[in-house]
T-cell receptor, first 114, second 115 residues
Framework: SQKIEQNSEALNIQEGKTATLTCNYT??????LQWYRQDPGRGPVFLLL?????KEKRKERLKVTFDTTLKQSLFHITASQPADSATYLC?????????????FGTGTRLLVSP | NAGVMQNPRHLVRRRGQEARLRCSPM?????VYWYRQLPEEGLKFMVY????????ESGMPKERFSAEFPKEGPSILRIQQVVRGDSAAYFC?????????????FGPGTRLLVL
């Protein structure tokens, strides 16, 4: 069956450290994968998109990797800050639908303590 | 440029009533997607619409749920005869018509509570 999995346990780290979140998927062949941030009571906010032919993408303190052999994406936040505390969602395109039909993971909650 | 707007933000209904959720996409966006998020679960795709057309409704329950995106006005997600299991956050997202624009922009959601 098709699955997209993120660590359901919250990730607690200290301010200044690098946070690494994992997204694994099975039985999908996505052309790209996206990461979103969601704060309590709010809608998801797009952060980064990485395509299947890209190994790594960076945006300010954010870095995403995409390994289509391992079927895994890693999301890194360097020099983390308390303001980075949120739930981070990965999403991929289900494929073969003719439009962008996103499948989301359940998200990993990140808590950055001062 | 205003973002995606949804209203109401919170909606309380009793079992058997109807719920109408509205979504105004970002200016210039003609593609609308609806998602449902149950507690402790991920966002689940429900339906994809373009102006006046339902493109894919494979994620929407066959009964009681319907969606529209008229030529004028917001997209509407309608749930008839609500049941407690319909309690969830419903998010709408929009994207521009240009091909290759894969980013979806989400609204703040409508939290539906069925008593």
């Amino acid at each position: 069956s098709q699955k997209i999995e993120q660590n359901s346990e919250a990730l607690n780290i200290q301010e200044g450290k690098t946070a690494t979140l994992t997204c694994n998927y099975t039985n999908y062949s996505p052309a790209y994968l996206q990461w979103y941030r969601q704060d309590p009571g709010r809608g998801p906010v797009f952060l980064l998109l990485i395509r299947e032919n890209e190994k790594e993408k960076r945006k300010e303190r954010l870095k995403v990797t995409f390994d289509t052999t391992l079927k895994q994406s890693l999301f890194h936040i360097t020099a983390s800050q308390p303001a980075d505390s949120a739930t981070y969602l990965c999403a991929l395109d289900e494929g073969n639908t003719g439009f962008q039909k996103l499948v989301f993971g359940t998200g990993t909650r990140l808590l950055v303590s001062p | 440029n205003a973002g995606v707007m949804q209203n109401p933000r919170h909606l309380v209904r009793r079992r058997g009533q109807e719920a109408r959720l509205r979504c105004s996409p970002m200016k210039g966006h003609s593609h609308v997607y609806w998602y449902r998020q149950l507690p402790e679960e991920g966002l689940k795709f429900m339906v994809y619409l373009q102006k006046e057309n339902i493109i894919d409704e494979s994620g929407m329950p066959k009964e009681r749920f319907s969606a529209e995106f008229p030529k004028e006005g917001p997209s509407i997600l309608r749930i008839q005869q609500v049941v407690r299991g319909d309690s969830a956050a419903y998010f709408c997202a929009s994207s521009p018509p240009t091909s290759g624009q894969e980013t979806q922009y989400f609204g703040p959601g409508t939290r539906l509570l069925v008593l």
